[in-house]
């Protein structure tokens, strides 16, 4: 046990190796777009219009790059779309052919963005499928990285916690890049990734043949091995036969498709899409206008000032977000501790949720109010009360996991990265809205009341709960019975 809990470790450590270094890489665009500004990339979307613009952001100024963020916000959005239509695609397939299939389909897809992003100079426009493609592989690569924390029992909910939070810290690596860039004069964007390249072939190469398991079992023993099923071993058919009985691809479409009978599915698809609603516009505004609009708000303010604002928030957001792997243990603490200390998981769960879900909502309401203010203190404090908010509501997994089947996680996955897309696409009128009447206040406001449906995850935890109980008291019933006539057989053969 202690052989296989070592390698169980050191696959989760490989994961976490990834996922802090690439998979969530997609994430700091904020601050890559600055990268871009300051290198002059994309010029032809910015036209010299001189000092007779009337216009405050611009009246100091001889460019209007409005539509260059439009292009950055447009980017993004694409970025978003690609990636969760990819995970919908792929985390369902992925549950008929197993991790093997969704890993490699990452790293190939990862490999080509990384590889667009080496010619950027030579070609702008490449931009469009790169950073999509980035997105898109390093969510593919993270779903199993989620998976392989089930290996590790007790402590999963702190290692899925962890695993998110350096999913999200990669997104601070353009801060480095930018710093470096700033430094340096032999260091351009195509060579670092180039670099990044080099980086990602060595970690995950090697997690791919030796830490990557054919499928997870259903249930995983305390003995469970995970290199046994990898791979570099070639042990898929033994795994099968351990885990799968003759039609279990039919039943496990079936049971695919029950999951939507369920009222329960529904509430989660709001709560969820609305959350990741919040998260993707806040990433897509801090590149698309938002610091513009805050730094506006000061008198007498020239574009210099804007543009150094713009550059010093990013940097805020960047460094604030390598933060998230520490923090993240936080949430991932009170899951276990809660889950292991009750009398059913169910009930641990719940309990769990409803504090990690009331602390997301109180410190994203908080944010929200506070980026609808142009004021520039304010705007640096509701960068840290948005990370506070998206660590303690982040983790959906482990619900996922005792609500529908684990054997389903994939497919699940798909189905609420879907959701993601659908709420995703509200984003783009709210964008549009606050563009054309100069306005961030009225969209962010709405979206601090939009934050209640967040509790719609320990509701539907309350409604399982309540269902279990219900289906072991009709199991007592139906045994009662036969019980209590065995008893009274024992007792007529004891007396005669």
Known sequence: MAASNFMNYLAVGFALLESVTCNGLYLGWGMMSAIFKKGDYFADKCIDVGEELNNPLNSNSTRD???????????????????????????????KLGLVFLRGSGIIVYGIGLGLMCFLDTDNSLIWIAWPALATGGSLNHIGNVQTTRTLHKSYGIFMAVMS?????????PLLWDHVIDTTDHVTVPRIFYLWSVLFACISVPKFLFFTPWKMPKVIGLDYCIFQNTWIRKCRASLEEETQDAGSKQNQFKETLAIFKDMKIYLLFVGYGVFMLRIQSSIAWMSGGWP?????????????????????????????????????????????????????????????????????????????IMQGFQNTTIAYVSVFMNLIGKSFGISWSPAWLY?????????????????????GLIN???????????????MNFVQAGLGITIFLLPIVLKIRNNEEKKSRRKSYDKSAPNEIFD?????SETIF
Request: charged share 15%.
């Open 65 to 95: 790059c409005s539509e260059r963020d439009k292009l950055f916000n447009d980017v993004y959005f694409l970025s978003v779309v690609a990636y969760n239509v990819g995970v919908f695609i792929f985390g369902i397939i992925s549950d």
């Open 292 to 368: 513009e609009w805050v730094k506006k708000g000061d008198p007498d303010v020239t574009q210099a000032e804007i543009e150094d604002f713009i550059t010093s928030i990013n940097r805020l957001y960047s460094v604030s977000g390598i933060s998230l792997i520490l923090l993240n243990i936080i949430p991932g603490f009170i899951l276990d501790y809660s889950k292991n200390h009750s009398k059913t998981i169910g009930v641990g769960l719940f309990k769990g949720y409803c504090v990690l879900m009331t602390a997301s909502f109180i410190f994203n309401t908080a944010a929200s």
């Open 165 to 173: 939070g350096c999913f999200g810290a990669s997104g601070s690596f």
């Open 403 to 423: 609500i529908f089947s684990p054997q389903l996680y994939g497919s699940v996955l798909g189905f609420f990265t879907l959701i993601g897309v659908l709420f």
């Open 487 to 491: 008893n009274i057989e024992d007792k």
């Open 428 to 442: 783009q009128p709210m964008y549009n809205f606050c563009m054309n009447n100069d306005d961030f206040a009225t």
